[in-house]
Nanobody, 126 residues
Framework: QVQLVESGGGLVQAGGSLRLSCTAS????????MGWFRQSPGEERVIIAA????????YYADSVKGRFTISKDSAKNTTYLQMTSLKPEDTAVYYC???????????????????WGKGTLVTVSS
């Protein structure tokens, strides 16, 4: 099965930017729908962005819409999350996820993904 590794997390001041990367390895011959989730202390893990298998559709949670951008480079087996105008409430562990099914990105607003990375911590200071 596909393995996912996130990178790019760290400490940033409010108003700053970060770019997270998720690199897939293993059986990556097929395209995957990709998603970014986050989990803040004491809260459930929630989806914040998703992109469909061939990148024809994207989904964003209201909390990040207009500030975050998801993209994928299939040649590099890498998915990105560009985060701008960061707020202290964006502090969380960010997880990358993948799904082999051919759903639109909006499906993953409530749907599940099958493969998960271990997460990368993003801390936004005020």
């Amino acid at each position: 099965q596909v393995q996912l590794v996130e990178s790019g997390g760290g400490l940033v001041q409010a108003g700053g930017s970060l770019r997270l990367s998720c690199t897939a390895s293993g059986p990556t011959g097929s395209n995957y729908a990709m998603g970014w989730f986050r989990q803040s202390p004491g809260e459930e893990r929630v989806i914040i962005a998703a992109i469909s298998r061939i990148a024809e559709s994207t989904y964003y949670a209201d909390s990040v819409k207009g500030r975050f951008t998801i993209s994928k480079d299939s040649a590099k087996n890498t998915t990105y999350l560009q985060m701008t105008s960061l707020k202290p409430e964006d502090t969380a562990v960010y997880y990358c996820a993948a799904d082999e099914r051919a759903y639109s990105a909006a499906y993953y607003a409530t749907g599940t993904m099958h493969y998960w990375g271990k997460g990368t911590l993003v801390t936004v200071s005020s």
